[in-house]
């Protein structure tokens, strides 16, 4: 979508992304291969894009479901073992999107684990490492 051209929308392929982002604007060059027959586009123009893709499959947990040990930047999941039992497991994550963080190690495929109740299990976890 270019402001200029009425925000007119364009489809258009990605020829080129910089790999340096301006930290005074917070933004990125990337060069497209536009249909351009009227000269309309000129360069340097500013657009607003929306880039879409395939999508991957990829494993994911919600957001909820993480914890924190000690307020590090350890992110760890409670994997269901039985039906009152649960072990809390170190995992590497992805950033947040959506509401779900990418699995990149330390979680299977098939696994449970716990969703909304897992700020209660870890809170109930330190609890009896204080003794309480």
Do not use: W
């Amino acid at each position: 979508m270019i402001p200029a051209l009425r925000n007119q929308d364009i489809v258009g392929v990605i020829a080129h992304v910089d790999s340096i982002v301006n930290p005074q604007t917070r933004t990125i060059v990337v060069r497209m291969e536009l249909p351009n027959h009227d000269g309309q586009i000129k360069s340097g123009m500013l657009a607003t894009m929306l880039i879409e893709s395939k999508p991957i499959d990829k494993l994911v947990v919600p957001g909820s479901a993480v914890v924190r040990e000690d307020n590090h930047d350890h992110d760890h999941v409670f994997v269901k073992l039985d039906d009152e039992l649960y072990r809390m497991v170190p995992v590497k994550l992805g950033p947040e999107g959506k509401g779900c963080r990418p699995v990149i190690s330390g979680l299977k495929e098939g696994q449970e684990i716990a969703v909304h109740v897992a700020y209660h299990l870890n809170t109930e976890r330190k609890r009896q490492l204080r003794g309480g």
